[in-house]
């Protein structure tokens, strides 16, 4: 991972966003991301298609849903930096998680295969 990439990818609010969100919550899926944001569905996933494309998430399908987590090959330095960032900063995301408690009939997800 080139670190000028990874910090360009933290830049941005609404990716910043996503990735907290997703480490806090191990993966989730568009519509959940959606909900707990509050922004439209081409936007998040124009986001996490930069994130994947920069080798950020890794993502799986399950029947109709597709549920993104942080890629488990990122550099432990990544991976740390994104640890501390969320612990430090919970507050940063704090309605968004509200917001997905909030959120009904979120989809089931079957064990991480991988």
């Known amino acids: 991972?080139?670190?000028?990439?990874f910090?360009?990818?933290l830049a941005d609010?609404?990716?910043l966003r996503t990735l907290l969100l997703i480490a806090h919550e191990g993966e989730l899926c568009v519509c959940e991301l959606t909900a707990a944001m509050g922004l439209?569905?081409?936007k998040i996933s124009r986001h996490l298609a930069?994130?994947?494309g920069a080798d950020l998430?890794?993502?799986r399908r399950q029947?109709?849903?597709i549920f993104y987590r942080i890629n488990p090959e990122l550099g432990s330095w990544a991976k740390s930096i994104l640890q501390d960032t969320l612990q430090a900063n919970q507050h940063f995301i704090a309605e968004d998680l509200r917001n997905l408690i909030l959120m009904g009939d979120r989809p089931q997800r079957a064990s991480l295969c991988c």
């Not at 991972?1 to 990439?5: A, D, K, S, T, W």
């Open 13 to 15: 609010d609404t990716r």
């Open 1 to 5: 991972m080139n670190p000028v990439q």
């Open 40 to 42: 439209s569905q081409p």
């Open 57 to 59: 998430l890794r993502d």
């Open 50 to 52: 930069l994130l994947r």
């Open 7 to 9: 910090y360009k990818c």
């Open 63 to 65: 029947g109709q849903w």
